[in-house]
Structures are given as structure tokens and as C-alpha cells.
């Protein structure tokens, strides 16, 4: 079955750090570039980064440039985004989403994960 | 950004019936680079449209989009059960990518 799974949302405080994976299968991970993507409570969803095949070229969101890092392993058909510095306002649902276009980037998305909570309170 | 504002917000409806969903950019969107998604709570989102009106793969010909410049339509032709959900606009043609805030469709 085509799918993807992500993991690793969980309730941090402030300032903590956090890494989600998304593991892939069905499909030839590695012909495809990569993308998070979040929706916060009451919020629209919102791009966050993006990885090219071979991970030779990588995007964030000014939101969360510099706090954010995203990675792949194509060995074990996961992408992984580590999160650091969080704020209150990286609280979301955080999405792992296949880019339509495979290894050409076409920015939009016809595979996506079910999300993973990510809380970030006091 | 291009914002993307969708009306409206919730719409109460019955099984059978037609649907038009509206999507308003606040810039032209280039390139016909536009697409819709239906999404359920617990689940992951699905691909219904982009360029516009081309229908993802495995998507109901009772789904259409159109439009073009600022303003789009999905529109659902005969609502099925199963097509009771949240839906999204996107446009890709200039970063950052955005998407609407978008539009209940329920029972």
C-alpha cells in the first residue's frame, strides 16, 4: 500500500526540541522530493520545508528558518524534520506530503501522511 | 503572499445535492498553478484538482474546478456521503505556496 506515516509529535515546553519522522512505503522514496507541511488549531494549512532528491537542495518558511532542519534517508525511506527553539506558534498538526511532480518540483501534493500532533505549552 | 480567502466558511447540505465551493486569490494566480483538497479529521488529505480542472488520479468525475486569474470553483455534482468534509484551495504559482483557510461541507 502507498502510504505515509509520520511520528514523533508529542506535548514540549517552550524553547525544547523535537523530531518528527515520516516513514514511506509503496512507492520509490527517493525518486520523489519531500515536504512538511503543518496546520495549527483554527488555522489553514501552512508549507514548511522542502527537500529535492539527494537532498541537494532544501527551503524553509521564514517561520521557522533557522530552528527548523529537514532531512532525508532514502536508505530507510524516511524524511525527519528536527525542530528546535519551539514556540507556542509551532503548535500544529505536522504533515509529511510527496510533491506530484516526483523529482521536479511541482508544489503540489498528491500523497500525505495523517499528521502528528505537535503541542508546545507551558 | 498571495492570500487565499474561501467561501464560504461551513456549508449545510444533503446527500444528492450540487456544491459550489469559492476560492479568491488576492493576487492573479500564475500559470493556472492551482489546486483543490478534501480532508478528514484523522485522516490524510487527497488531491482532488490541480492545474485548476485536471482531476488527480482516482478522483470521481463529479468533482470539477475551474476559474482562472483570482477567482476559482470546485464544484461537487450529486454529494455523495463519503464527500461530507473539509475542503482546501492551493496555489503554487508564486512563493510561498498558500493555501485557503477552507470550506465545511456538512450534513
Known amino acids: 500500500e502507498v502510504q505515509m506515516v509520520e511520528s514523533g509529535g508529542d506535548l514540549v515546553q517552550p524553547g525544547e526540541s523535537l523530531r518528527l519522522s515520516c516513514a514511506a512505503s509503496?512507492?520509490?522514496?527517493?525518486?520523489?522530493?519531500m515536504n512538511w507541511l503543518r496546520q495549527a488549531p483554527g488555522k489553514g494549512l501552512e508549507w514548511v520545508s522542502y527537500i529535492s532528491t539527494s537532498s541537494t537542495t532544501i527551503y524553509y518558511a521564514d517561520s521557522v528558518k533557522g530552528r527548523f532542519s529537514i532531512s532525508r534517508d532514502d536508505g530507510k525511506n524516511s524524511l525527519y524534520l528536527q525542530m528546535n527553539s519551539l514556540r507556542e506558534e509551532d503548535t500544529a498538526v505536522y504533515y509529511c506530503?510527496?510533491?506530484?511532480?516526483?523529482?521536479?518540483?511541482?508544489?503540489?501534493?498528491?500523497?500525505w501522511g495523517r499528521g502528528t500532533l505537535v503541542t508546545v505549552s507551558s | 503572499e498571495n492570500v487565499l480567502t474561501q467561501s464560504p466558511g461551513t456549508l449545510s447540505l444533503s446527500p444528492g445535492e450540487r456544491v459550489t465551493l469559492s476560492c479568491r486569490a488576492s493576487q492573479s494566480v500564475d500559470s493556472n498553478y492551482f489546486a483543490w483538497y478534501q480532508a478528514k479529521r484523522g485522516q490524510a488529505p487527497r488531491l482532488l484538482i490541480y492545474g485548476i480542472s485536471i482531476r488527480a488520479t482516482g478522483i470521481p468525475d463529479r468533482f470539477s474546478g475551474s476559474g482562472s486569474g483570482t477567482d476559482f470553483t470546485l464544484t461537487i455534482n450529486r454529494l455523495e456521503p463519503e464527500d461530507f468534509a473539509l475542503y482546501y484551495c492551493q496555489q503554487y504559482g508564486s512563493p510561498p505556496l498558500t493555501f485557503g483557510g477552507g470550506t465545511k461541507v456538512e450534513l
Open positions: 506530503a510527496r510533491d506530484w511532480g516526483g523529482s521536479q518540483p511541482r508544489w503540489f501534493f498528491d500523497l
Open positions: 509503496g512507492f520509490t522514496f527517493n525518486n520523489y522530493v
